[in-house]
């Protein structure tokens, strides 16, 4: 494999592969092995086994066409369990900013729970965030993200359900995206790092309620765990300390859900319904 260690816009260190199996699978073994630290990420042009948060979903991209990298993150300043939503929020914030400045409509940039970003009501960005611990420490975070920049076509399920810059007008380099997300993403680690725990617990968890507000306006919705369903006729009622998502089913009752994909048996919001699978 290739590689070039290219420079960025912010303080991480590069490195730049033609193909890999899985960026994260990588960033992991370098970092066991003690060749990656705080502040390394490695990209690559193309994944041969890329991977979404659920067993068996896989990312689809085009050669070139995609942000894929895993970044490395030592002294996480907030609860493992919720750095997906520190970074889901860092990269939210650089897509809507991003698209506000290319002339697109930022307002149909938003954060679907947990971690996907969507852009028009189809996914343009997907997170994969894994902690790496050294007895009861967390030794460093693992933050995978995958963007769909210049990709042209999707195949099987996605087609009706991703998106990317270019299919909606908007053309930028993948590096571009790559560093407006790094920056916003520094950017955010360092101010939670300098108000401390619990201070940025508490600050993370106040930015995602009030990016995930728009659901309390959402019907009824199913939850599915490895494509399984497993809830159905639920009510958004709110997200938890952990960054838990809290439901209310049909008797009233709280249910909490720390994983899991949400679904809607009818649009919201431009999100096209997924036809599910029973397996």
């Known amino acids: 494999m290739d590689s070039v260690t290219a420079p960025c816009m912010t303080r991480w260190k590069i490195t730049e592969l033609a193909e890999v199996a899985s ?7 370098l970092l066991l092995a003690g060749q990656a630290r705080h502040g390394d990420v490695i990209q690559a042009r193309h994944q041969t086994a890329g991977r979404g948060r659920a067993p068996g979903r896989q990312w689809q991209d085009e050669t070139g066409n995609a942000v894929l990298m895993t970044l490395v993150i030592e002294r996480v300043p907030v609860r493992p369990e919720c750095m997906q939503y520190m970074a889901a929020l860092a990269t939210l914030t650089a897509i809507r900013e991003l698209v506000r400045k290319n002339g697109g409509d930022a307002a149909s940039v938003f954060l679907k729970w947990p971690n996907d970003i969507l852009m028009s009501g189809k996914k343009v960005c997907g997170i994969l965030t894994e902690a790496i611990w ?7 975070g693992l933050v995978g993200i995958g963007v769909n920049v210049h990709q042209k076509l999707f195949f099987g399920a996605l087609e009706a359900t991703a998106t990317s810059f270019h299919q909606l007008g908007i053309e930028l380099t993948v590096n571009e995206v790559r560093d407006a997300i790094l920056h916003r993403l ?5 101010r939670y790092k300098a ?3 619990p201070n940025a617990q ?3 968890l106040e930015a995602l309620r009030k990016e995930l507000a728009w659901m309390s306006d959402t019907p009824p919705l199913f939850v599915t765990v490895h494509g399984r ?6 009510i958004y009622a709110g997200i938890g300390e952990a960054g838990t998502l809290l439901l209310r089913n049909s008797h009233g009752e709280i249910v909490t ?4 994909s949400i679904e809607w048996d009818e649009p919201v919001r431009g999100i096209a319904v997924t036809p599910l699978t029973v397996e």
Do not use: S, Y
């Open 202 to 204: 508490e600050r993370l």
């Open 195 to 197: 108000v401390g725990m």
């Open 229 to 234: 369903p497993v809830l159905h006729d639920m």
């Open 23 to 29: 960026t994260n699978t990588l960033a992991k073994e």
């Open 257 to 260: 859900l720390h994983a899991g």
């Open 186 to 190: 520094q950017l955010d680690v360092r």
């Open 134 to 140: 050294q007895g009861t420490a967390m030794r460093a």
